[in-house]
């Protein structure tokens, strides 16, 4: 049976869906048998929001109707209790089918949305015993008092100690930043642990994303990543502009009959101006669309556009719905989702909290436990890393993500002017972000001499590296070489080139390392393979082919996978013969003597690298046949075939590439690359400034 963990609170808005998606977020670095369970969702017909934002960012192999056991329309009527064991025995039955198919599932109790207050918080109690679930309490601060949070906690304790429950620990969440040194010192005597959560105003407000889907409204201007951002007020523009403009603020929301195309004309164009706030986006109310000219003018704007949405609603009625909105997070709220994993992970230490759940690692590494496994290494030790494309609006929404996560801390090169101006239009927030503009930084002296002095045997002269050092690259990369930045990730709108020449010259290789090259993690459904190299050396002689393989087998080790290296050809063992076989096999030989303690094979062939059944009958008794988990190609057509082959027919998910053999960490970035692609590499590359590569 499963391990059952109960998260549970004692009143409604206390923040507890935030635990849960971070103690999720815990989980599934460790299992891929995870499991999410409500025991009462309001409706069968809408669909629990939480449930889904799970269910969809975890992949969980669970239907909605398995995530939940009754309904709030059956509770009703229920006075307590002892009338209440049919459904008591209901919600069992629904969890032990799921939990029959899952390592661990996280519980969460009910929202405190029904009538009784007290029948609930009973019913969770008795739900906890009856699945033999460790409770993590979750306690609001929110417009309490410090006497008055230590008042509830003792009362829940109390409650729960009587009936046997286990407590795993107390997460007082809310907390207003004036009060968090006063409450963590009123409870710092309890036995069990205490986690205390400031409050995190962004998490208060709805986003776009949330009232587009309660308005069902349609989407008339933008795309899914303008709808993240949240919304500050709400404010009816039936006034004259001038007199609007007066009453904006960064944030605010405007609705407005779709006839106003003054109000229409000004929300698009607003962004470009420093002097007016930058408004989250527009609804245009009563099912009338704008005037078809104001929408192809809007269209014709760069992308970080004004969102317009257009429900059928009324004014008035539309500005009330949006104003008594509860603030949720919903799934493709990424941003948010940074921010609440931000705020979790900052304070609550999950080790500690796994260990006293007795949570085992599983031998299967799913793409997103690797990813979270990622997110985690960095944030133990966070390094500097440098981004020079701040023009590049990818870049923002990444640089956003990984700050709200304090996965590392980021340099981002352009004009602090143009950057901050086009974050604020899209409501982003960078300001923990170090803004450099390398023609006008203080440093430019220091990084043109600095040039100067590594490239003065190429005839460089100080005249020369002045200039030179505008380039955002060169400059990105003498940061990295002057300690400044820890590494460095480029590639969104340069080329490869571009990126990896400066690295070459300035930051050179690792002694003994005689090529750059690269892996890809491809990330399948049940492990996570190390493929290299794909993306670098068209053609490697049997030396660099050694080289290759050792770097990659090193750099699988870093991100906690062991190296059993497989040497690719198109034949095995001595099965087959000719020049590119030869190769792999003097490289295969070299290997060995330099890393004798490295399990290496070769020549092998795929299918006998990774299919036990195979390895069984071409390489008995081999270490490494059948279980291989770095695999080095031969050269690079049929290295970068394959992984594109095994990405877009097996599903996979390709991170990379991934540079080695630098001193320092400099890694590329395609310039097809999306948001994701660019928040992993960064990940990537601040784990490697850890490692001192």
């Not at 352009?414 to 960078?430: Q, T």
């Not at 690298?609 to 080095?632: C, F, M, T």
């Not at 590439?657 to 890694?667: A, E, I, M, S, T």
């Amino acid at each position: 049976m499963a391990k059952a963990v109960y998260v549970t609170s004692m009143e409604a808005a206390s923040g507890k869906s935030m635990i849960s998606l971070g103690l999720m977020e815990a989980f599934s670095r460790h299992s891929s048998r995870v499991g999410y369970f409500r025991p009462v969702v309001a409706s069968r017909q809408d669909a629990d929001n939480t449930i889904e934002l799970i269910r969809r960012r975890y992949d969980l192999a669970q239907s909605y109707e398995q995530s939940y056991g009754i309904t709030t329309a059956r509770t009703r009527g229920v006075g307590s209790l002892r009338d209440a064991d049919g459904l008591i025995s209901e919600i069992m039955s629904k969890f032990d089918s799921l939990a029959a198919e899952c390592d661990v599932v996280l519980v969460e109790g009910t929202d405190y949305t029904g009538a009784s207050a007290a029948f609930e918080f009973e019913l969770n109690v008795t739900m906890a015993l009856n699945l033999a679930a460790p409770v993590l309490m979750v306690l609001s601060a929110h417009h309490h008092r410090p006497d008055q949070v230590r008042g509830a906690l003792n009362a829940a304790r109390q409650s729960l100690r009587h009936n046997e429950v286990n407590l795993l620990g107390i997460v007082v969440n809310r907390v207003e930043k004036h009060h968090m040194s006063t409450i963590s010192e009123s409870l710092a005597d309890l036995s069990e642990p205490v986690w205390v959560v400031p409050e995190e105003r962004s998490l208060q407000l709805p986003s776009l994303h949330q009232i587009c889907d309660d308005l069902q409204a349609t989407i008339l201007l933008g795309g899914p990543d303008s709808l993240d951002r949240e919304v500050t007020g709400v404010r009816v523009a039936a006034m004259t502009l001038p007199n609007l403009l007066d009453r904006l603020q960064d944030g605010v929301l405007l609705v407005t009959p779709g006839d106003r195309s003054d109000i229409l004309l000004a929300a698009v164009t607003a962004r470009f101006s420093d002097k007016i706030p930058s408004i989250s986006g527009v609804v245009v109310t009563g099912g009338v669309e704008p005037d078809p000219r104001i929408l192809s003018f809007a269209r014709g704007l760069d992308s970080a556009v004004t969102p317009l949405l257009l429900c059928a609603t009324d004014t008035f009625e539309t500005a009330n719905q949006i104003a008594n909105l509860t603030p949720q997070i919903r799934y493709g709220d990424n941003r948010r989702i940074a921010a609440a994993l931000g705020v979790f992970e900052s304070v609550i230490d999950t080790s500690a909290l796994l260990e006293r759940i007795e949570i085992a690692d599983t031998a299967v590494t799913t793409p997103l436990m690797f990813e979270n496994r990622l997110a985690r290494s960095a944030r133990q030790d966070r390094r500097r890393i440098v981004v020079p494309e701040g023009d590049d609006d990818r870049i923002l929404r990444a640089a956003d993500q990984l700050l709200r996560r304090s996965i590392c801390d980021l340099t981002i090169l352009g004009s602090p002017e143009v950057i901050s101006d086009r974050a604020r239009s899209m409501g982003l927030d960078i300001s923990e972000a170090t803004l450099i503009h390398p023609e006008h930084s203080e440093l430019r002296d220091e990084m043109a001499g600095l040039l100067c002095s590594l490239r003065e045997h190429k005839g460089m002269s100080m005249d020369i590296a002045h200039d030179a050092v505008t380039d955002v690259t060169i400059f990105g990369t003498l940061l990295v070489k002057a300690g400044l930045a820890d590494g460095m990730v480029s590639g969104a709108v340069h080329t490869t080139a571009d990126t990896v020449r400066p690295a070459l010259q300035l930051i050179r290789t690792i002694p003994g390392v005689s090529v750059v090259s690269s892996v890809f993690f491809m990330c399948l459904a049940d492990r996570v393979l190390v493929y290299g190299d794909c993306a670098v050396n068209p053609a490697p002689n049997p030396e660099q082919l050694a080289d290759i393989a050792i770097s990659s087998a090193e750099t699988a080790a870093s991100f906690g996978i062991e190296p059993l290296v497989a040497m690719l050809s198109y034949s095995t063992g001595s099965s087959g013969a000719g020049g590119d076989v030869e190769k792999v096999r003097l490289a295969t030989e070299i290997v060995k003597k330099r890393r004798p303690d490295l399990p290496v094979e070769g020549p092998i062939q795929y299918d006998a690298a990774v299919d036990p059944g195979v390895a069984a009958s071409k390489l008995p008794g081999s270490l490494v046949a059948g279980r291989a988990s770095v695999l080095i190609f031969p050269d690079l057509n049929t290295g970068n075939n394959t992984y594109k082959a095994v990405q877009r027919s097996a599903g996979a998910v390709a991170i990379g590439p991934v540079l080695q053999g630098l001193r320092k960490p400099v890694n590329d970035l395609s310039r097809g690359c999306t948001v994701k692609d660019i928040v992993n590499t960064i990940t990537i590359t601040a784990i490697q400034a850890q490692e001192g590569r």
